[in-house]
């Protein structure tokens, strides 16, 4: 018994060591984010990634993802890139009309205003190769220039 308490306390004692030593995520958002919970479930059931992370592990690869390659983790900047990839062709439509649901959101995730986005997206569509491109070199051209 003394050994299972002794056990729990470094285990304890571990986790929050780690926790310490990571990025600004509170444990909630790591538990949501990162590790095996936050690769399968975060975007669509944050109680999955919570549970998936306890479940396998503890929450030790969350933790220990969180620590050693916090950009790893689903991250504001993740799901940036994946709504832009997502949303392009309707972030170019409310672009063109100068409001919408899709660039209001994209202003909500970059921290930019509606105008300098829209400058931003005209500048872009203005280059030489844009219609060169393919989707995936546009929707990372938007990320690269707003994010």
């Known amino acids: 018994m003394k050994k299972i308490v002794i056990g729990t306390l ?6 929050s060591t780690v926790f310490a030593a990571s990025s600004e995520r509170n444990l909630e958002q790591v538990y949501k ?13 944050p109680i999955g990634a919570i549970t998936s992370n306890v479940t396998w592990d503890w929450g030790s690869t ?9 950009d790893t983790c689903t991250s504001t900047k993740v799901k940036a890139a994946e709504f832009i990839h ?12 100068g ?22 997206v005209h500048s872009l569509m203005s280059a030489s190769d844009y219609s ?4 995936i070199q546009k929707s990372s051209n938007l990320y690269s220039a707003i994010m």
Do not use: H, P, W
């Not at 984010?33 to 059931?45: K, P, R, T």
């Not at 969350?62 to 916090?70: G, H, I, Q, V, Y």
């Open 10 to 15: 470094l285990s304890a004692v571990l986790v």
């Open 33 to 45: 984010e990162c590790g095996i919970g936050g690769m399968l479930f975060a975007n669509s059931s």
């Open 62 to 70: 969350a933790l220990s993802s969180n620590a050693s390659s916090a």
């Open 86 to 97: 997502k949303s392009y062709d309707a972030i170019i439509t409310n672009v063109a009309n």
């Open 99 to 120: 409001n919408g649901d899709y660039l209001k959101s994209l202003s909500n995730l970059s921290g930019k205003d509606v105008k300098e986005l829209r400058g931003t």
């Open 132 to 135: 060169n491109q393919t989707a």
